[in-house]
């Protein structure tokens, strides 16, 4: 199958054209003929699969064909009301879904707009004055720029929520039914809602019970599977040496790019420092630093000018990275849907990807819970010269202290309340908030499949 047979405009295939794409991955194939039907989808696939083209194209080509609502004219002294909505969690994931928009959207005369806190919202608010529409948002700024009425929505054509089940997690559920709340009726000959995620979870399905009228469920891969190319391993080392074997690890096989995550804020820094201190370039990315720096310092790893790219969770979903070769796991995160999200990073678009977790004795529980997940185990292997001391005993795991169980505050990502989170189980603890996290998503320029 080929994009030509999908149904979508000239100008759009001529934009797949231009990224080098010629066939649709399986859930692009599965999503946008269902989509262009106007039905509404809930539909999820491995991450690195094309979730974002998926419904990026058929949302574009059904703004281009479809006439506005409202002749695309401004409703009174407010804004011109916005025709298509698309909701993430987050920040990075926020722009390279807009990048997206625009770059499918290119030859076509729409226009959008990406708004995220974090950043000031005057140049926000000035862009909206300009007519928008495709906007992209995540939740938090999106109410700001309500309350200050620069945006309308009482004209939507089409709602997605993209990482719908990290929405959830980081307590956007609230923000979300206020938002929905301002939309126009859903149903048939109205508003269109498209449900995209790398995971389903209960939780999700209850959404769409009341969200989505008679959807299409398109499910591609198992739920929450790891990708098939990415290659898993475990070595077991004491945690005092973890920072040592990395260090083993990156200079003896000449690692270029490593994306390598903490479950901390604090651990990220410290190990930045740390492994700067042995010579090998590395800059951390995570809720505390600015959006500024966030972008720099993905900027500086994608262009090869950092070997290393610590990062929280805030980096588990939807960032893209061509042709990352290695996921380091430092520590293991708390809740198992996160490693899978984490070593999705690399192996993307059909390449071949390497996913490494040090596990200290303390994270064994947390290993097994995410063998559970996956229904496997994961081969392990000791390190020569780094063996682990069989006198230390393990220690729990405080999902506070040591699991980044911080709650997010309106301009720390996504633009969460504090307070608003839904409280997880982790693994050895009973209770605790989900950490910073983020994602992004772009084309690669390497595969021949949209992502």
């Known amino acids: 199958m080929s994009f030509d047979t999908l149904g979508l405009s000239a100008e759009l295939l001529r934009a797949v054209a231009d990224q ?21 989808i809930l539909a999820g696939a491995q991450t690195g699969t094309g979730k974002t083209a998926g419904f990026t194209l058929p949302l574009l080509h059904r703004l281009q064909t479809n006439s506005p609502r409202n002749n695309g004219q401004s409703t009174g002294r407010g804004p011109r009301p916005i025709r298509a909505l698309v909701l993430t969690p987050t920040r990075e994931l926020a722009a390279q879904v807009a990048e ?6 290119k030859y076509l005369p729409l226009t959008s707009a990406v708004v995220f806190g974090g950043v000031k919202i005057n140049p926000q608010i000035q862009r909206l004055r300009q007519g928008v529409d495709i906007l992209v948002a995540t939740p938090g700024r999106l109410l700001d720029h309500v309350s200050q009425g620069t945006v309308d929505l009482s004209q939507l054509e089409i709602l997605v929520l993209d990482e719908a089940d990290r929405m959830l997690d980081m307590g956007f559920i609230r ?6 709340a301002l939309l126009p009726a859903s149903g048939k000959g109205g508003r269109q809602n498209l449900l995209f995620s790398a995971t389903f979870s209960n939780e999700i399905k ?3 019970d009341g969200l989505l009228d008679a959807p299409a469920l398109i499910e591609v891969a198992r739920r929450n599977t790891a990708a098939e190319a990415v290659t898993q391993q475990v070595y077991l080392v004491d945690n005092r ?3 040592e074997l990395l260090s083993h690890m990156v200079g003896d096989q000449n690692w270029q790019q490593v994306l390598v995550f903490t479950r901390t804020k604090h651990c990220a820094n410290r190990l930045v420092e740390q492994l700067v201190q042995d010579g090998i370039s590395a800059v951390a990315i995570h809720g505390n630093k600015s959006q500024g720096a966030r972008t720099r310092a993905l900027a500086d790893f994608k262009l ?4 290393l790219l610590v990062a929280t969770d805030i980096a588990a979903r939807g960032l893209d990275i061509d042709q990352l070769p290695h996921v380091i796991n430092f520590e293991l995160p708390n809740v198992a849907e996160d490693y899978v999200h984490r070593i999705g990073r690399t192996g993307r678009a059909g390449n071949e990807g390497e996913a490494i977790s040090l ?7 947390l290993l097994r819970d995410i063998e559970v997940l996956l229904k496997c185990e994961i081969p392990r292997q000791v390190m020569p010269g780094y063996e682990v001391d069989p006198t230390i005993k393990a220690v729990p795991i405080q999902n506070g202290r040591n699991g980044g169980g911080q709650q997010r505050g309106r301009n720390s990502g996504g633009g969460q309340r504090t307070g608003a989170g839904r409280s997880r189980p982790s693994s050895g603890n009973s209770s605790g908030a989900r950490a910073n996290q983020s994602a992004g998503r772009r084309p690669s320029s390497r595969s021949r499949s949209a992502a």
């Not at 080098?20 to 106007?38: E, M, R």
């Not at 923000?175 to 929905?180: A, M, V």
């Not at 596990?359 to 529980?365: G, P, R, S």
Request: glycine share 8%; with cysteine; hydrophobic share 30%.
């Open 241 to 243: 040496r973890k920072r």
């Open 20 to 40: 080098g794409y010629t066939q649709p991955t399986p859930v692009q194939s599965q999503a946008i003929p269902v989509i262009l039907a106007g039905r509404d």
């Open 304 to 307: 090869g000018k950092v070997r």
């Open 175 to 180: 923000d979300i039914r206020k938002i929905l």
């Open 100 to 105: 997206s928009v625009s770059c499918y959207g």
């Open 359 to 365: 596990v200290c004795i303390d994270e064994h529980k």
């Open 206 to 208: 209850k959404l769409s």
